[in-house]
T-cell receptor
Framework: EDQVTQSPEALRLQEGESSSLNCSYT??????LFWYRQDPGKGPEFLFT???AGEEKEKERLKATLTKKESFLHITAPKPEDSATYLC????????????FGRGTSLIVHP | DAGVIQSPRHEVTEMGQEVTLRCKPI?????LFWYRQTMMRGLELLIY????????DSGMPEDRFSAKMPNASFSTLKIQPSEPRDSAVYFC????????????FGPGTRLTVL
């Protein structure tokens, strides 16, 4: 069974204080790993897809990296508007396209 | 593009009543997913359609839940009869054709069953 574990569950940062969120996964074979951002009262919004170990993607202050067992979402010099819940999901190889989501990390950035 | 559209945005009903949630996926997308999100259990997949055909409904909690997709532009999730433990936010998401595509989520329907 595919499993996704995100840590920490919650993270409080001061504006400008860089940090990383972790997504550990267990799948028989990885087709893709997705990062989403979810603001309160809204649906998750896609950020990145990573396909193979060693791959990195960046968007503004966010950088996602991937190894064979985990992914990190690095947040550099965060701003209050980066406050949100960040969700990780994995899609396994095989016939199903169904992603498995983690519980998310709730990030609060204080000004 | 208007994105995934869900209605209603909020629904408050009494236990035992029938509830119907609606979803219009993004035009051209051929996969549709219904999720339920709660604080306790996070985001749970209920059912997945591909080309309007239900592929995996193993996440549907019980027979009180049913979902249909009569055409490529409309899907419904029905709960009959509703119970207080069904209170949650229900999301619909769609994906374009392809194997590794991200999901586009709707704004969700917040359901409260009294």
């Amino acid at each position: 069974e595919d499993q996704v574990t995100q840590s920490p569950e919650a993270l409080r940062l001061q504006e400008g204080e860089s940090s990383s969120l972790n997504c550990s996964y267990t799948v028989s074979g990885l087709r893709g790993l997705f990062w989403y951002r979810q603001d309160p009262g809204k649906g998750p919004e896609f950020l990145f897809t990573l396909y193979s170990a060693g791959e990195e993607k960046e968007k503004e202050r966010l950088k996602a990296t991937l190894t064979k067992k985990e992914s990190f979402l690095h947040i550099t010099a965060p701003k209050p508007e980066d406050s949100a819940t960040y969700l990780c999901a994995v899609q396994a190889t095989g016939g199903s396209y169904i992603p498995t989501f983690g519980r998310g990390t709730s990030l609060i950035v204080h000004p | 593009d208007a994105g995934v559209i869900q209605s209603p945005r909020h629904e408050v009903t009494e236990m035992g009543q029938e509830v119907t949630l609606r979803c219009k996926p993004i035009s051209g997308h051929n996969s549709l997913f219904w999720y339920r999100q709660t604080m306790m259990r996070g985001l749970e997949l209920l059912i997945y359609f591909n080309n309007n055909v239900p592929i995996d409904d193993s996440g549907m909690p019980e027979d009180r839940f049913s979902a249909k997709m009569p055409n490529a532009s409309f899907s419904t999730l029905k709960i009959q009869p509703s119970e207080p433990r069904d209170s949650a936010v229900y999301f619909c998401a769609s994906t374009p054709p392809g194997m590794n595509n991200e999901q586009f989520f709707g704004p969700g329907t917040r359901l409260t069953v009294l």
